[in-house]
């Protein structure tokens, strides 16, 4: 935040700019190694700028290689070193060092971009140096007149005159120097043989050598060169050229060719055998980037090598044989490495504010053709491979307008408004000419700062409040908010109430605003009943420089409380009290007088009815919306002593408020002029207005109860389906895993498998009940056999057609309905049966009896129709095993039934001799006793296989009933 404070002056000044004009170029020179200070020039001094128009007014750095180098001053803009400067570490061998920036100078009319180039001078402070201090050079006695031998390179960091100019040896008579310049600009000697040597007479020479510059004062650096005279050798070998120029590419591989080197020894055996190699001068850098072949003289790539970098290397080869005595050739190899696009262009954005880093700042104030950033484009690349085309994507609120050389500008195409736009994602890319093209994107940021370019802006251009009177002091009134689109400063917004006069005294003694949160509140309690309304104007203002404000009305309206009780204005009261004339022959309903009274309120807290609070005499009656007072009978002297009334007044405000007034009638014999006689209406058949909301309350209770009643209902429904569907599907499942009876005896009943029943059987250690219903039609014929069976064949039938099973733990009876079709055709089970259970009127029940010392079962069946209802009980001793029904008209049939048979696994039913009967009207029970010793795992192990017992045909609805009793042979 600091910086963007130190920044925010520049970017006020931006925002009354002018478009950009032009762009100029200024050069300054200093020299490496300047103290920091040194002064190298100002820029406000230049011939850019005219002297007539003023000074200019301020400097901008934009954009410099290294910030600590080079200072500029804002004022005048003037250049200065910032630190030392070495011009060897920035610049290393290049002739020509430039330091470069960008000034931007800001004036009243324009702004304008200057490219400074600073170009450091080399001065003399480095000497030439030698590899080696001393370096060895051998020679063959034999070798000719002018041979040349090479020596060492001396190496200058100094360019131009100061570096290595000129070469000394010392003084001999056989050896001179030669002098030459490589491809570079760098200057070697070499060893020339002036005079044939001959080993014998000297065998080694050792001589001096000097290199110099040409700086003021001059520079020098020595080595020693050992000079060795080696014995006689006819020939020495011979390279078909003594110097080889060949072009490589940078991206060429390792291992690549570059040339073959061929010599030859005319000599023969090992005087003639050659080999090859680097001259011990060759530096180390070039054995690191080229190999040679010692026998073939192949010369090829070994490292990777840079075009920008270094362009050329220049190298000594030689061949030697291996005699004793050998002899060398040497020959220059000269490699130029070419250019190849292999270096995408680099970007480099410098905004002209910015704050954080990859981020540019704008003023949304910035006139069109503001300058926003500076791109500057570099490619490594040389010729066309490093010529730079730059483009700007995102938004068509910026373009690109190029500065010089490869630099570009971002400026504002349009105008700016950061409420609707506050920052802006562009794309930079750079595309080089070479082929096939590399291409940079560089994504970049710019916001736009904001600007006090909006005022605050209420929700509406008048307020409407409402406070209830009698408030305390402080209490709330309401809070104004003001919106301002602006930001930091220029977005907080401040209050304040305009000054005016209420009931002559000041605004501020009726009510306060909080400046900086907008809540208004009352400063005294507020009276209905003297300040209806309260008009305010508030004041809205920003902090920005310059100030933006707005104002609003506001209209506090004061709610009217029941603060005031009713006053009574007629008739005059002194003390609480009045006294009213009353004629003596007054009729009934003469209207006695009218009582006035007046509320300060308003609305219903002044809705004003009367009523009579004490009479005791109960003579006279009141009007509750007009507080006329009448007479209810004729007044009779000698009945009443006391005739006074108290009189209410109530408003209808919550809580209500009232006056009352005693009125005393005084007796008067005249009547007076202005008598009026109306018929009084009684209170009791005065119209009642219900209250509204009671009724709604009422209607809508209603329907809640309506509703929860009709969830219940829909609730206790489903429950009791999907318990009865629990329960189905519990007896289905307990008739499958029941296995089948197996009974000896047949049974000689006509009826069909899948003939009705219903049985309910309890016991005294468990109550329980199997039912079965079906509906299919069979015919009967009118003499039957019935026989209660268990066969299996039956069961399994009576399971595949819509048999239906329960199981219950009391001694309810089951229903059931069958409706005969009339056709006569069957005494009952019809086709037209139905199985709803609608004929069932009433359930009979019978007292079980038991004979001592019998244990019994009852097995209990009701049977009815619409006009038909039966019931039996069959009673079965335990030795005797006779079996009595017993009818509800008081008779009962004997029969026996025989002992059945149990077994534990497969337990039978007993077959009983059930007699012919005919039953119409009738209503029985059948009880039936089982012999005492019979096990109780037998009742448990028949219930819970869920055995259903096929008694005889019966029937609920039917014309006759009758039974063919039959002995059964078991």
Known sequence: ?????????????????????????????????????????????????????????????????????????????????????NREQICRQTLNCILALDVVSFSKEQFTLIHVKVEVKDINDNSPQFPRSEIPVQVSESAPVGTRIPLDIAIDEDVGSNSIQRFQISVNSHFSLDVQTRADGVKYAGLVLMKELDRESQPSYTLELVAMDGGSPSRSGSAVVSVRVIDFNDNSPAFERSSVTVELMEDAPMGYLLLDLNAVDPDEGVNGEIVYGFSPQV?????????????????????????????????????????????????????????????????????????????????????????????????????????????????????????????FMIVTRSLLDREKIAEYNLTVVAEDLGYPSLITRHQYTIRVSDENDNAPVFAKPVLEVSTIENNAAGAYITTVVARDADTGDNGRVSYRLMEGKVLGQPLSTFVA???????????????????????????????????????????????????????????????????????????????????????PDEGVNSQLFYTILRDN?????????????????????????????????????????????????????????????????????????????????????GGCTLLLAAIMFVA???????????????????????????????????????????????????????????????????????????????????????????????????????????????????????????????????????????????????????????????????????????????FAVPYSIRTPYYNTYHPRLPNAYIPHHNLKDSNYHMNTATPGRVHREYDVDYLNRGRTLSPPRLSRKYQEFSYAPETIQM
Request: net charge negative; aromatic share 6%; charged share 25%.
């Open 617 to 701: 005499n109960r003579l006279f009656a009141i009007n509750r919306g007009t507080g006329e007072v009448y007479l209810r009978r004729k007044v009779n002297l000698h009945e009443f002593e006391d005739l006074s009334i108290v009189i209410a007044v109530y408003d209808s405000g919550r809580p209500s408020l009232f006056c009352n007034a005693s009125i005393k009638f005084i007796l008067t014999d005249s009547l007076p002029s202005s008598v009026e006689i109306v018929i009084m209406q009684p209170q009791e058949e005065e119209e009642q207005q219900l209250d509204l909301s009671i009724i709604f309350i009422a209607v809508l209770a």
């Open 716 to 890: 206790c429904t489903c429950k009791r389906k999907s318990s009865l569907f629990k329960r189905e599907s519990e007896e289905r499942r307990i008739y499958r895993e029941a296995q089948p009876l197996n009974t000896s005896g047949q049974s000689t009943s006509s009826i069909t498998q899948s003939e009705s029943c219903q049985l309910s059987i309890k016991t005294e250690s468990e109550d329980n009940s199997v039912s079965t219903k079906t509906g299919q039609r069979e015919d009967l014929k009118s003499n039957s056999n019935v026989s209660v069976s268990a066969s299996p064949s039956q069961t399994s039938s009576w399971h595949q057609e819509k048999s239906a099973g329960s199981i219950g733990g009391n001694s309810n009876v089951d229903q059931g309905s069958t409706k005969d079709s009339g056709k006569g055709d069957s005494d009952f089970n019809d086709s037209d049966s139905d199985a709803s259970g609608e004929g069932l009127k009433k359930i009979c029940d019978q007292n079980i009896h038991s004979q001592p010392g019998v244990v019994y079962i009852e097995s209990s069946k009701a049977y009815r129709s619409a006009e038909h209802y039966y019931s039996h009980r069959i009673d079965t001793g335990l030795h005797n095993g006779n079996l009595t029904m017993h009818y509800e008209k008081g």
């Open 283 to 407: 530096s180390q850098e070039v054995r690191q980037l080229f190999k040679i072949d010692p026998k073939s003289g192949r010369l090829t790539l070994e490292g990777q090598v840079d075009f920008e970098t270094k362009q050329t290397y220049e190298f000594d080869v030689q061949a030697q044989d291996i005699s004793p005595n050998p002899l060398t050739a040497t020959c220059k190899v000269i490699v130029h490495i070419l250019d190849v696009n292999d270096n995408a262009p680099a970007i480099s954005i410098t905004p002209l504010t910015s704050i954080s880093s990859g981020v540019a700042f704008i003023t949304e104030a910035a006139t069109e053709g503001s300058l926003v950033a500076l791109i500057s484009t570099t490619d490594r690349d040389s010729g066309t491979n490093g010529k730079v085309h730059c483009t700007l994507h995102g938004h068509e609120h910026f373009k690109l307008q190029q500065a010089y050389e490869d630099s």
């Open 1 to 85: 935040m600091l910086e963007f404070w130190r920044a925010a002056p520049v970017l006020l000044l931006l925002s009354m700019l002018l478009p950009l004009y032009f762009c100029e170029v200024a050069h300054y020179y200093t020299f490496e190694e300047e103290p920091p200070g040194t002064v190298i020039g100002v820029l406000a001094n230049n011939s850019m700028f005219n002297s007539t128009d003023g000074p200019t007014s301020n400097f901008r750095l934009m954009k410099q290689f290294n910030s600590s180098l080079i200072h500029v001053r804002e004022s005048d803009g003037q250049l200065s070193i910032g630190e030392r400067i």
């Open 513 to 599: 605003i909080d400046a900086e949160s907008g809540v208004l509140r009352a400063v005294r309690s507020l009276d209905y009943e003297k300040l209806k309304q309260l008009d305010v104007e508030v004041e809205a203002t920003d902090k920005g420089t310059p100030p933006h404000s707005t104002r609003v009305q506001l209209h506090i309206k004061i709610v009217d409380q029941n603060d005031n009780p009713p006053e009574i204005t007629f008739p005059y009261l002194h003390n609480g009290s009045a006294e009213v004339l009353l004629p003596v022959n007054a009729p009934s309903n003469y209207l006695c007088f009218q009582i006035k009274a007046d509320d």
